[in-house]
Structure formats: C-alpha cells, structure tokens
C-alpha cells in the first residue's frame, strides 16, 4: 500500500497545472471562479485549445486521438482541470457518444463522427429521457419506423442539456414494439438540422436555460446513422451509463468549491468577524472535507484497482458510491456556499440570457450562489438518481 | 499510488483471519468473555507466537519491524471477531510509548516481553475532568532525588486491570491543561501507593481507575523528555486513533455482512425482507458508510507515522470523525433491520454495535474530532492536494 503519487504523476500534475495557467482563457476563468458556465463560443474555444494540445480526448484509445495515459493520470488530469477550474469538454460527446461509436459504430461513422467530437466541430446532446420514461429509462416510445434508406422518427425527448446548440442528437428509439421493452430499442444519430426536429427550453428552477424539450415530427434518418445492430441499443445505452467511472465523483469540482467557500468566507463579516472565523462555520466546511476526503480515496481505489486489471468497460459497482457520495458532497458545498452569502444571496440578478447589466446588489460574487444550490438538486437526479443508484448495489454487490 | 497489500502482509492477513476463524465465534467468545480477565489466555498466546505482538517494533529491539499499515491489518480482522484480548492496550498503545519513547535500554528490556506476549501493559491518561483534553493533567510527579513521586486519579485506563506495568501522565509544571510540563513514566501496577479497580465497560471489555499515592519511581521510569511528554502522548494517541478506525472498519464490515445475510433469510410476508426496497436502501447506506470508513482509515493510516504533527492529527481527527459517524450509522441501522432480535444479547448484532458505540467514544467521539479538525484550520486548507 503506497498512497502517494509518483515523481512521475506529481511531474505530470505540475505539467497540467502549467498549461492550464498558460492557456486558459482569463474571461472563461473569471466566469469559472463566479460559478458560471462559459458560452458555446467560450466552450468550443478551449475545447480547440485542449485539442491543439492532444488533451481534448485523453481517455480515447490512441488510434482514435487518445493518449493512452492510463487511469490515474486521466485521473490527475481531470481533476485538475476542475480544481483551476477550467470547462470540462462537452460530455456528451467526448464521454458519451465518442466512446460508443468508436466501440461499436463502423468505420464510417467513426471517421465521419470522432475527429469532429474531439475538436467540438459538432456539438451533441443526448435523447434518452422522455416524459414518461425518466429512471426507467427502458420503457420509452419515441418510434423509428424504416422506410426504405430510412428510419422515420416520431416522438419527444426531454431534459435535453444544451440542445440549443446542437449539431447533433444521439437518440434512443424504438424499433420493435413487440420485443421485450429492454430489446426493441436502438441508438441512431440524428442530424438536428433535418425538418420536422423542433426545440423548446425550458426553464430550470435557477433561471437556467441549460435544459429543453425536443420533439421529433416524421423526422427521416439515413439508416446509415444506425449504431451498432439495430434493436441492440440498450447494450450501448448501458455500456455509456457505466463507462464513466474516472471522475464521476467529481472530486476537483467539490475541492474547488470548498476553496471558493474559504476564501469568500473570510470576506463576509458576522457579528462583527470574518465567517470563516465562526467556529461552527468551520466545523460546517470541515464536516463536508472530511466526507470529501473519505471519498477521495475511494475513488482513488477505483481508479488504482483500473490501473491494476485495465479498463474493462463494465461498471464497477463501487462507481455507484462514487455517484451517491459524490452528488451529496457536490450539493452540500452549493448549499455552504449560499450560506457563506447570508441575506445577499435572496437578489435575483442571475443571468438569464437577457443580460444583466445592473449594478450587484451586496458583494459582487453572490449572485450566482442561490442559483448554484438550486440548480445542483440535479446532480442526485441524473445519470440515475441516486435512489437507482442504491438499487444497483443492492443487486450487483449485496446480492439482495 | 497503491491500494494493494504486499505479499508478506498477504500472507500475514491469511493467517490471523485463519486463527481467528478457529477461536473466535459467537459462542466461545461469551466464553471468553465471562472468563475473570474476560479475554482468552490460550488466543493471546496464539496471538504472539504468530509474531503479532513483536509486530510494531524495531527488529534490531527484537521486533518485526512492521509499520502503521500492518497494524491497521491486525486490528481490522481483530475488529471482524470483536476479539477481545489486549492488544490494543498492549501492543497498540503501550508499545507505542515504548517504540516512541523509549530510550535503547527501555526498549531493550520492554521489546521481548511484549513481543512473547508476557508483558502487558495499559495506559493511564485520562482523569474525571479532563473529557477529551490530551493536555488536561492533574496528576502530579514531584523531583524526589533520583527519581520521582506520583500522585493522582486515573480513569478509564483500557486493559488497566490486567495490565503488569502502567504508562502514567503526570505534570511536572504548569496549569493543568497546560501542554507544556507533562511526563510519561511506566509504573509497576503492583508498585507501592498503586491501587486499581478494575470494571468492565459497555461492550465487555475491561478498564480500570488507577489511583497514585506517593508513588516512587527511579528516574529509568520516565519515558520521552520530561516536561515535553504531550507530544509523545499526542503521536502515540494518534496512532492508537487509526489503528482503533481499522478496529472499527472490521466491525462495521463483519457487522453489515451479518445484516444482509439476514436480510436473505428472514421471511416476513410471504417474501425474504430483503427484497424490501425500504431495507435495500438501508443496507446500501451502510455499505457506503462501511467503505468511506475503510477509505479515510487508509489515508489516516498513511498519515499516521508523518513527522508533521499538524498533518498527522488532522488526518487521524479526520478519520476519527468519519469513522464514528459511519460506525452510528452501520449499528444503529443493524439493529434497526434485524428487529427484535437485533435486541437480544443472544444475537451477536447488538455486540458489534456496542463495540462501535465505545470506539465512537474512545479518544474523543466525533464531534470532537469535527471540531478539533476546525480549530485546526480544516482538511485541505494547507495541504496543496
């Protein structure tokens, strides 16, 4: 047992920390450090930066642009990047559906998609959910028919992140409404631009427009854009859901969170001192630190026993903890961090896409706090909430 | 970075957890624990002819020269069976003022005897006032010629009352919670002005208060430097806190283990209970718990032989805080989900939760860890990972 990094990984750590220094835009990071997410501009410009690099798809396998840098140092990598905090690329693509083309998609499709992924030439979004299949993600019905060269979609999907910048959708639909609900199901790319696709926002509790609605209206699909073998579609949804297990913790975003509640709690004033100086304050941000570091090295252990057995591409239970624990973690910093703003939290004067070119009501970084812890309440409910979560390792490791 | 156990702490696992397997048991642990020192005489002497006791020593003091990790592997199968013979007093704490604090010729007389399991030892710190304080002393040591004299009351000292010496705190100067002017002495438990009262806690394991009256011991008694005997106490306490989370972490383990297998057997309507969504989901919680438990008693484990006395208290806090709440939560919830009999001393469910409850309490429970961490200035605040 060795819990330290090597000189290898601690060079290779510094190495990262440099470039992200270097290369970072200074607007994108201002807005990083506020909370905030860059525009689609700001996005595809540093996605552009990483790829120059060869950093945009470290986790890829080498043939198809990655690195072949092996768990721990994609991990060192990630977590850095969250720790500066730099924009993560778009996880759609890199993490989603890059990965499931370049395992099951045909050469074609690979040459067309993955270097346009990795350069976020096109930008994706995912269509699984639907209004009436949210964790049971297999009983949805948006229907594709073929007809000829063709499949013809009809349906709606929802809790779309991003759509409105969207290239390109990876969508579940059906293909078989006879077959097992689990076997009638099959994953087609689908060109945004093609007629009868409309997108609608909508709002989230924060005033965010991040998630929409997107209806498919006898939408025709070239049969070329078919993953895999049609009807096999819940094997690549299940092989996407289970892939992530790097940092889905996402330990560098909560450590960073907890360094932006230091170091804005030490410029609030209570009772006449810095908050940061109220010992139940700090027992606060100490209580979370210790759940963070605990899960730190659970993560660690997953990543180490990765490194060890190489990536098999089958979830490993543990990463459901990683799930659970870490969207309770990532919740708990958004709610200090509201804390941290006492009453000037309330001012609604978030960025809802109109602009906000108002003075700041109280410090000018508490505008974003509030919005924050709303919009984070996500984090326990997508990718599987975690009550899914507990199911599986109730099943996969409790045997119950 | 490494998460695996070399092959010679492999092999050492394999044969502890063997031992264990044969001696330990519901049943012959009520044995033991009804026994007068309320432990087994013939496993302890299994214990230290496995080498488990020369363990944490030096092997030019006769020792193996095993480290924080090896110990954190003995407790936590220790923890699995709830065993019950001193070797946390013994070898844990009282080995480590000897390992810490001994000069060559203490450790030179000490080390075998510990190491063949005729030795043990206890460690009589805390007093009535003094809670969770480690710089709280009101026992005094008084100069007498060569040597010195005792005076005070200890309590709750573990092991103390099978103990044949004693590690005793005392002050030399200062106000009593003053960090500065405290010494560490080993005492003949049968040395003159020595009383002790032994008593078994909650969970049937034994303590004892010692009470010093005119005390003499020669100047050779005196562990560490005298007057700067906190930080001895301090570094061997820490350690003493990780390696009772690795306790922890094979009770919670073993105990969640004997949950769900009675979630698998149990038939309430018609059906086994586990098939409850409701008790899923109480059992994955603690299977969480039971593993960030076992993930921060690594890092403490690590941490705890640091030569940095701020980085190494807050990761054993850390831990301590972790492990206290995760063990609540584990035994609460056992004895939740096994029902009825989850109450009854029959059972071995409500043994491993009381354990838990007395290694929350041990060394500070969590809430004082949680705030010792704050006062501290926090987990990564100095630290640039």
Known sequence: MDLRFTDDEIAFRDEVRQFFAENLPNDIHAKMLDGEYPDK?????????????????PHWPEEHGGIGWGPMKQYIFLEELQKYPCPQPLAFGVNMVG??????????????????????????CQGFSEPGAGSDLASLKTRAVRDGDHYVVNGQKTWTTLAQYADWIFCLVRTDTQAKKQEGISFLLIDMNTPGIEVRPIVTIDGGREINEVFFTDVRVPVANLVGEENKGWDYAKFLLGNERTNIARIGVSKQKIARIRELAAKEMSRGRPLLEDPRFREKIAS????????????????????????????????????????????????????????????????????????????????????????????????????????????????? | ???????????????????????????????????????????????????????????????????????????ESLGRVLALEPYFA???????????????????????KIADGSLKLAFAHTERNARYDLSHVETTAKKDGDGYVLNGAKSLALGGDAADKIFVSARLSGGIRDVDGVAVFLVDADAPGVTGRGYRLQDGTHAAEVTLENVRVAAQALFGEAGKGHALIAKVTDQAIAALCAEAVGAM?????????????????????????????????????????????????????????????????????????????????????????????????????????????????????????????????????
């Not at chain 1, 552009?48 to 798809?57: E, H, P, T």
């Not at chain 2, 704490?93 to 000069?103: A, I, S």
């Not at chain 2, 940095?308 to 609460?332: I, Y």
């Not at chain 2, 409500?350 to 007395?358: D, E, P, Q, V, W």
């Open chain 1, 41 to 57: 501009d700001g996005l595809v410009a540093w996605t552009r930066i990483l790829n120059s690099k060869g950093w945009a798809v």
């Open chain 1, 99 to 124: 990965p499931v083309i370049y395992t099951f998609g045909n050469e074609a499709q690979k040459k067309q998609f993955l270097p346009r992924i990795a350069n976020l030439d096109d930008w994706w």
């Open chain 2, 1 to 75: 970075m490494d998460f695996d156990f070399t092959e010679e702490q492999s092999m050492l696992k394999d044969a502890l957890d063997r031992l264990l397997a044969n001696e330990y048991g519901f049943e012959k642990r009520n044995t033991y624990l009804k026994a007068p020192e309320g432990w087994s005489p013939a496993v302890w002497n299994h214990i230290a002819e496995m080498g488990l006791c020369a363990l944490p020593f030096a092997e030019e003091d006769g020792g193996l020269g095993g480290g924080t990790e090896d110990i954190m592997i003995v407790m």
């Open chain 2, 90 to 112: 013994t070898v844990v704490l009282g080995g480590g003022f000897v390992r810490e604090g001994g000069n060559a010729a203490q450790r030179a007389e000490l080390v075998p």
């Open chain 1, 288 to 400: 979370v630190e210790i759940e963070l570091k605990a899960l730190e090295m659970t993560q660690l252990r997953v990543v180490a026993a990765d490194a060890k057995r190489g990536n098999t591409g089958k979830p490993d239970p543990a990463s459901s903890i990683l799930k659970i624990k870490g969207s309770q973690i990532q919740q708990a910093t958004t709610h200090l961090l509201m804390e941290v703003m006492g009453p000037y939290a309330m001012p609604f004067q978030h960025d809802t896409g109109e602009g906000w070119n108002e003075p700041p009501v109280g410090p000018d970084y508490a505008a974003h706090a509030a919005p924050g812890y709303f919009n984070y309440r996500k984090v326990s409910i997508y990718g599987g909430s975690n009550e899914i979560q507990k199911n599986i390792i109730a099943k996969a490791v409790l045997g119950l």
């Open chain 2, 253 to 385: 383990s073993a105990l969640h283990d004997l949950t769900v297998e009675y979630l698998k057997t149990r038939k309430q309507f018609g059906v086994e209970i586990g098939k409850f969504q409701v008790l899923q989901h109480a059992a994955v919680d603690m299977f969480v718990a039971t593993e960030q438990a076992r993930s921060i008693t690594m890092y403490a484990t690590m941490m705890a032989d640091s030569d940095d006395a701020g980085e190494r208290s807050r990761a054993v806090s850390a831990a301590k805080a972790e492990v206290g709440r995760g063990a609540r939560l584990v035994g609460e919830n056992a004895i939740q989900l096994h029902g009825g009999v989850g109450m009854t001393m029959e059972f071995a469910a409500g043994h491993y939760f009381k354990r838990l409850t007395m290694i929350d309490i041990l060394f500070g429970d969590s809430d004082h860890h949680l705030s010792k961490l704050a006062e501290m200035g926090g987990l990564f605040e100095t630290a640039a990972a």
